[in-house]
């Protein structure tokens, strides 16, 4: 089975400058995921979609970064206009609930840097 | 709000060692991952557990529901295991751990 897929793997950008990333979840994973990983932390959840409603966005920094799923499938996740301490890696997970248990399957995430 | 606190947060060992991560957790949950990071890369799950213990090559991982612990052991260390070990758990949603940095050194 396909795994999830990101791309780009790694960005780097100047400060002020707009990013996007793309996310392609497991075929039929109904729930989907974008996590920011700063260096030396944990991943922290950003936005949950289920389908192509979202699900929780409350650690999403609305000012700055948006993210969509418009069709239940492929996701992008944006930053306009990036800052410095946006440098991370951007974990995109997809997840399929079975036995009552939800199972998450990451992609190998975008490394962004700021400059 | 889970808390998910991991032991050590950083470990160097030599080729061959037994290694073991510690994780603990604050309330209780319906399942426990570890997770896998190497430097660049994105994250590889390697368990996910609700109790008892699970094995898989030299990596093995147990959890104590009782006392809200679990561990990852690995046997014989070889220097490709170097990775950050990450621990989340699965209550209201998904907990990390600030993951253990270990480096298995030749």
């Known amino acids: 089975e396909a795994g999830v897929a990101q791309s780009p793997r790694y960005k780097i950008i100047e400060k002020r400058q707009s990013v996007a990333f793309w996310c392609n979840p497991i075929?039929?994973?109904?729930?989907l995921y974008w996590y920011q990983q700063i260096l030396g932390q944990g991943p922290k959840l950003l936005i949950q979609f289920q389908n192509n409603g979202v699900v929780d966005d409350s650690q999403l920094p609305k000012d700055r970064f948006s993210a969509e799923r418009l069709k239940g499938v492929d996701s992008t996740l944006k930053i306009q206009p990036a800052k410095l301490e946006d440098s991370a890696v951007y974990l995109c997970?997809?997840?399929?609930?079975?036995?009552?248990?939800?199972?998450?399957?990451f992609g190998p995430g975008t490394r962004l840097t700021v400059l | 709000k889970n808390e998910v606190e991991q032991s050590p947060q950083n470990l160097t060992a030599q080729e061959g060692e037994f290694i073991t991560i510690n994780c603990s957790y604050s309330v209780g949950i319906s399942a426990l991952h570890w997770l896998q990071q190497h430097p660049g890369g994105g994250i590889v799950s390697l368990f996910m557990?609700?109790?008892g213990k699970k094995k898989h090559g030299r990596l093995i991982a147990t959890i104590n529901i009782q006392e809200k612990h679990s561990s990852l052991h690995i046997t014989a260390s070889h220097p490709r295991d170097s990775a950050v070990y990450i621990c989340a758990v699965t209550a209201d949603g998904l907990t990390f751990g600030k993951g253990t940095h270990l480096i298995i050194q030749p």
């Open positions: 075929s039929g994973h109904a729930t």
């Open positions: 997970a997809s997840s399929l609930v079975r036995g009552g248990i939800d199972t998450q399957y």
């Open positions: 557990l609700s109790s």
